[in-house]
């Protein structure tokens, strides 16, 4: 099975991520914990290039459609064909969310890349942590999480991402789950833990 987490920085993804991985792996199922941009030796390596250099909007976004391949070939497919349950911290909705909504590249070539890169696969449902971009930020500054360049972009550019993805969540409403991410993290575990235990993954 495979299960993605997605939204806007500071909504809380990799502690929620951490948690699941563990009670999974608590209940005995076979887990692996994954991420983009990464999980993968090159695209660990395009990382680096897209968070720390100056790219053009187009580069970045081929930038992460290469990164998202390999990872699909290289880790999430053989995992999957393991039996593993896989998690991932963000998968293509972000690249039509971010480059899509927040830098205003057009989508049905996001669309065309991501079905490309992803050869067939998608999520079988993918948990949207919502979360107002100033709260998201106020969450960062308190975590002292330095921002990286896509970060630094603002918070009328997050404002655009979060509705996106919003929009994202209205279309494909049987594999996106809006969980209200402005709640204690307690409240979010347990609203994911119910949509698991409903589905009969958990
Ligand atoms: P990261 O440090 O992992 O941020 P977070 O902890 O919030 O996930 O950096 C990933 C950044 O890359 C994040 O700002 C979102 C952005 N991104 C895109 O713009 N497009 C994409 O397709 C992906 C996968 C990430």
Redesign the pocket.
Known sequence: MFITFEG????G??TQLQLLAETLREAGKKVLLT????GSALAENL?KV??ESNVSAQA?LLL?GA??AQHVAEVIKPALADGAIVLS????D??L???GG?LNLPTDFIQAMNQFACADLQPELTFLLDIDPLAGNKRQQLNHQKP?T??SRGLGFLERVRQAYLQIALRDSQRVIIIDASRPAESVQCDIHNALQQRGVL
């Open positions: 806007i920085d500071g909504s993804k990799s991420r983009e941009p990464g990382r897209l968070l970045e992460f990164a998202r911290d963000r998968f293509a972000s690249s969310a971010y480059q927040g990286d896509i970060e």
